[in-house]
C-alpha cells in the first residue's frame, strides 16, 4: 500500500493540528463543577471544505485516549494516520469531499486543549491537581464554544465512540437546536458499578505510584509505571476474550519453552507491557485521572423525573451502534439508552455490529458499520437539504 | 448466630494449624522446572476423625489466596471462621461426623507452607526470588508427600474450586491410583490469553512499585501499594457484573453529591480500596508473582497425544462445577473440560449452578451447590465400600 498521502485517494492527506484560545476576555467558562476556568487554550483539525451556509459540518468527539488527529497524517513520513482514518476522508463514511469535519482535543486533555498538564496563567506552573473537575457537559460546552467562534451554530451530525459517544449524546441533550443527527456508537448512558471499579483502580495506580507526587510531577519523573498498569488493564477491557485469544492464545514469546523465572513467557503479555509502557511515556497522567472521573459521573438519565426533562427538547436523529463482542460496554447499554429514547418517541435507530474486536471495534474498518454510518450521514443532509429548499448548498 | 464454635453444632470447633517439616533427609523435591527444594514446610489443619484403614479422607486444596485453615476458628474470639467453613463440618457437605478433611497451605504459599518468605536455611535469609519457580504439578506432588508421610497412601476425593479445581484436576492425573474422585469447581483445564493477561498486569503492579526492590523487601517496606492495586483488579475479576451492580450500583459512597475532587465517590471505589489495602498488607507480594505464574503455566491438555497420555490411567470419577455468572472462568471452561474427559471415557458429571456472585460463588453458602457436593462425596463413600465389603469400616 503506497503510504504517501498525495497518492492515497481515500485520505485528507496532510493536516496540521490548529490551535486556539477562549474564554481570554469576558466570562470564563462556567463548569458544571461550580468553578470557573480561562483562559482556554483548544486543539483542533478539520478536514473537507465548509458551505456557505455551514449545513455540511460533522463534530466528531474522541474517547479518552484519543486527540484532535483523527484523520490524515501530520507528516509525509508518519507511518500512522489520524486516529479514525478508515472513517474520514473522500469517500469514506464522514466523506470529506461533501462535509466539513472538525475534530478537537477535549477539555481536560492533554493534547493541546487546556488540561492538568497546561500552564495555569495565574501562578505560571502546570494546573496539576489545581484544575478544576470536569465532566462530558463540559467538554461539550466547550466544543460548542469552539464552534460558535468559527461561525458554526449548527452541526448535521455529531459522532463518537466510548466517551466519544456520551459526549455526541450529551451534545444532543444540552444543545437540541444546534445539531440534526448524533452517532453514539460502542457507548453507554452511564457507566456500571463494574466500569467505576475499573476506573478505581487505574486512578489507584497511578495515584500510588512514588513519582506521582500529589500531581506535581511535571518537573521530575512522571508516573509512568502506574499509568502503564493502568493502561494494560484498560487495554485487556478493550478487546473481546475471543479477539485476544485468537490473537494471542497462550502462544510463547520468542521462547520454545516456559522460563521458570519471573519473566514475559506468554505473548499476550509482551504485547500488554508494550501497550502499557508506550502509553506510559506518551500521555499526562493527571488527564487520565480527570476523564476517567469526568466518565464516572455521566449519568444523563438517573431517574425518570431528570430523563423527562433531558430529552424534553431533543429532536435529534440519533443511530445507537454497538458490537457484539465489546464487554467493556455491551450491547445491552446501548439497548438501554434505545429503549429510554424510544420511551420518549425519540427519532432512534439502533444496529449491532458482529465483530471479533470487542470495544476497539469502533475504530477499526468494518464494511458494514462504514455503510451504516454513510448511509445515516446521507439521510441527515438530505433530510436537512428537503428542510431548505430554498437554498442552493449543495455541498 | 451464636459465634462461640462450642455452640455451633454445624461447626469443627477450634482447630489449630499444624506445621511439620518434609524432605530434611534424603532427596530433596523435585521441581518441573528441574529445581530441587529441601526442606520443605507444610502448614495443614484437619477436621474429623481418620478411619483406622484411612477410606475417609478427602483432601481440600485453596484457590490463589487461601490457606490452611479451611474451616472452624483459631480462636473463641476469632470473628471469621476458614475459608470454606459453610462446606466442612458436621452434617455439611464434606462432613466431618463422617469424614477426614485436610487441607494445606499450598508451596509456595505465604501462611506456613515454604514459600518465597520463608527462610532459605543455605543463607539464613528469606529466599525472595532465589525460591524456584513452582508448578500446579509440584504443589500436587507436596501434598502426596504430606499425605504419605501422614501414613494416608489414597484419598477418597480431592476438592478444590479456582486453582484449588486445577490441584483436583492435577492430582487425578499424576496419581490415578491414589484418588476414587474429584470435585473441580469454578475452574479451567488452562488459563484464557485473557486470564494470562489480567495477571500479568498484576505481576506488573506488584514489581514495578519501588519497594518491591527486586524482590528484597522482607527488611524494608513492602510493596503493598503494587500488591493492593493487583488484588482490586483481580477483585473485580471475581465478581460479577450483576453482582456489583445489585451490591453498589452508582451508589455514592457517604455523601449526597459527586464530589468534583480525585476523592472516591462511589461506594465500589470505597470497597475495592479496602479490599486492596487490606490484601497488600497481609500477602506477600512475592507468592502472588509465584502462584500467578503457576495458574498461567496449567495446560495438562495442550495437543491431543498429551491429552490422551495424561488421561490413559485415569479412571477417578470426576464431578465439574460451574457458576453461570463466572466470567474469570466461566462454564465454557468447564464444558471444555468436561468435552475432553467424556472424549476419553472417564466417568465425569458436570453441573451449572445459577448464582449472582460470580467467580466468588464457589465459597459462598447455596443449598443446590452444597447438596450436589454431598451427593457426589456420599456416592463415592458408598461405591469405595462396596467395592471392599470385607472389611468393616464405617466412618
Given at each position: ?76 513520513a508518519d507511518t500512522k494516520t489520524g486516529w479514525w482514518d478508515g472513517y474520514i476522508g473522500p469517500g469514506k463514511p464522514f466523506d470529506t469531499d461533501r462535509f466539513f ?295
Amino acid at each position: 500500500m503506497n503510504q504517501d498521502p498525495a497518492h492515497d485517494p481515500g485520505s485528507v492527506g496532510l493536516v496540521t493540528t490548529q490551535a486556539i484560545t477562549l474564554f481570554e476576555q469576558g466570562e470564563p467558562l462556567r463548569l458544571d463543577s461550580g468553578a470557573a476556568l480561562g483562559p482556554i487554550n483548544v486543539a483542533y483539525e478539520t478536514y473537507g471544505k465548509r458551505n456557505s451556509d455551514s449545513s455540511n459540518v460533522i463534530l466528531i468527539c474522541h474517547a479518552l485516549s484519543g486527540n484532535a488527529h483523527a484523520a490524515g497524517r501530520h507528516h509525509a513520513a508518519d507511518t500512522k494516520t489520524g486516529w479514525w482514518d478508515g472513517y474520514i476522508g473522500p469517500g469514506k463514511p464522514f466523506d470529506t469531499d461533501r462535509f466539513f469535519v472538525i475534530c478537537s482535543n477535549n477539555l481536560g486533555g492533554c493534547d493541546g486543549t487546556s488540561g492538568p498538564s497546561s500552564i495555569d496563567p495565574k501562578t505560571g506552573k502546570p494546573y496539576a491537581l489545581d484544575f478544576p473537575l470536569i465532566t462530558i457537559g463540559d467538554m461539550v460546552r466547550l466544543q460548542r464554544e469552539l464552534l460558535k467562534h468559527l461561525g458554526i451554530h449548527k452541526v448535521l451530525a455529531v459522532a463518537g465512540g466510548s466517551m466519544g459517544g456520551m459526549m455526541a449524546l450529551q451534545w444532543v441533550l444540552d444543545y437540541p437546536d444546534s445539531v440534526s443527527g448524533a452517532l453514539v456508537i460502542a457507548s453507554t448512558p452511564r457507566l456500571s458499578a463494574q466500569n467505576i471499579a475499573f476506573n478505581a483502580v487505574a486512578r489507584q495506580a497511578i495515584t500510588q505510584d512514588p513519582d506521582f507526587n500529589h500531581g506535581n510531577y511535571y518537573q521530575g519523573p512522571k508516573p509512568e509505571r502506574g499509568l502503564s498498569v493502568a493502561r494494560m488493564m484498560a487495554h485487556i477491557t478493550y478487546l473481546s476474550e475471543k479477539g485476544l485469544h485468537e490473537k494471542f492464545g497462550r502462544r510463547l514469546q520468542n521462547r520454545e519453552n516456559f522460563s521458570f523465572a519471573l519473566e514475559t513467557d506468554f505473548a499476550v503479555e509482551s504485547y500488554l507491557k508494550h501497550q502499557g509502557s508506550t502509553f506510559g511515556k506518551k500521555f499526562d497522567a493527571n488527564t487520565y485521572l480527570y476523564i476517567t472521573k469526568a466518565m464516572d459521573y455521566f449519568d444523563p438519565f438517573p431517574d425518570p423525573e431528570t430523563t423527562a426533562r433531558h430529552l424534553k427538547s431533543v429532536n435529534a436523529r440519533l443511530f445507537v451502534m454497538s458490537f457484539d463482542t465489546d464487554w467493556r460496554f455491551d450491547s445491552s447499554r446501548s439497548k438501554e439508552l434505545v429503549r429510554i429514547l424510544n420511551l420518549h418517541q425519540k427519532n432512534v435507530s439502533y444496529q449491532e455490529f458482529h465483530s471479533p474486536h470487542g470495544h476497539d471495534s469502533f475504530l477499526l474498518p468494518d464494511h458494514e458499520y462504514q455503510l451504516s454510518i454513510a448511509t445515516f450521514i446521507n439521510r441527515l443532509y438530505n433530510e436537512h437539504m428537503r428542510r431548505q429548499p430554498q437554498k442552493d448548498s449543495h455541498p
